[in-house]
């Protein structure tokens, strides 16, 4: 499976990004698909995750402000970011578990077997 990132960028305190992932090479629908940031200096951080059947998980500090999605027919796993704070500033990374229907998320970045390259989100103050 290869996966490719991309809707980073710079955005104002308050503002909204859309980040994408696009998969291939696999079968995308089966697996789990997860967001993880990874700030400089800080270890790699889960954000979210949404299983085949479309149950999603949240880390606290984002809940209520991010939302993860996925549409199989593209092959693509969505994280809409809204309200965006400094403290969201990271490189982001989508992943898949490669597990086909696992029930829920996991949130451990060892659970994951394929990562993609990673976006650039930097939120100014």
């Known amino acids: 499976v290869q996966l490719q990132a991309s809707g980073g960028g710079l955005v104002q305190a308050g503002g909204s990004l859309r980040l994408s992932c696009a998969a291939s090479g696999g079968t995308f629908r089966r697996y789990v698909m997860g967001w993880f940031r990874q700030a400089p200096g800080k270890e790699r951080e889960f954000v979210a995750g949404i299983t085949w059947s479309g149950i999603s998980t949240y880390a606290a500090s984002v809940k209520g402000r991010f939302t993860i999605s996925r549409d199989n027919a593209k092959n693509t796993v969505y994280l809409q970011m809204s309200s965006l704070k400094p403290e969201d500033t990271a490189v982001y990374y989508c992943?898949?578990?490669?597990?086909?229907?696992?029930?829920?998320?996991?949130?451990?970045?060892?659970?994951?077997?394929?990562w993609g390259q990673g976006t650039q989100v930097t939120v100014s103050s």
């Open positions: 992943a898949a578990d490669g597990i086909e229907f696992r029930a829920e998320v996991p949130n451990t970045a060892g659970s994951y077997r394929y």
